[in-house]
């Protein structure tokens, strides 16, 4: 997509997560400030890197008029994010609410109320 085509609004979300993605150290202090940023470098957070990495996925998806995404053939990217989540939770920082624990025979069940949004929360399913 050629740069005339990003709107202000693109051009926002976009370089304030590219921003904070490459920001990390001081001696990248020149670059930051030619984006109008004078604060602080941001700290280097595997978890929030992945959030900004998965939202500009998204928005480069949908500005693209994809609908379906790299993410969902890649075992590694998705190993990767599964891990920090479960070290997350591991560590008691992340607490998944658990609204509905079930057999596995229930799937079908369980998947309509997730469709029909009947819960909050996640749905356990247990293999027996």
């Given amino acids: 997509m050629p740069p005339d085509r990003y709107t202000e609004v693109d051009l926002a979300f976009i370089v304030s997560r590219v921003l904070e ?15 109008g940023y004078t604060d602080e470098p941001f700290p280097f957070d595997p978890m929030r890197r992945t959030q900004l990495r998965a939202e500009l996925d998204a928005y480069f998806a949908r500005l693209y008029g994809l609908t379906l995404f790299h993410e969902l053939m890649s075992i590694e990217r998705a190993s990767i994010g599964l891990t920090l989540l479960a070290g997350e939770i591991e560590a008691g920082r992340l607490k998944p609410e658990i609204a509905v624990e079930a ?15 009947d819960f909050t929360g996640k ?5 027996n």
Wanted: glycine share 6%; hydrophobic share 55%; net charge negative.
């Fill in 103 to 117: 057999g596995w025979a229930e799937i079908g069940t369980i998947a309509q109320r997730l469709i029909d949004r």
């Fill in 123 to 127: 749905a356990v399913l247990h293999i």
């Fill in 21 to 35: 993605l490459t920001y990390t150290a001081f001696d990248l202090k020149p670059w930051a400030e030619a984006l």
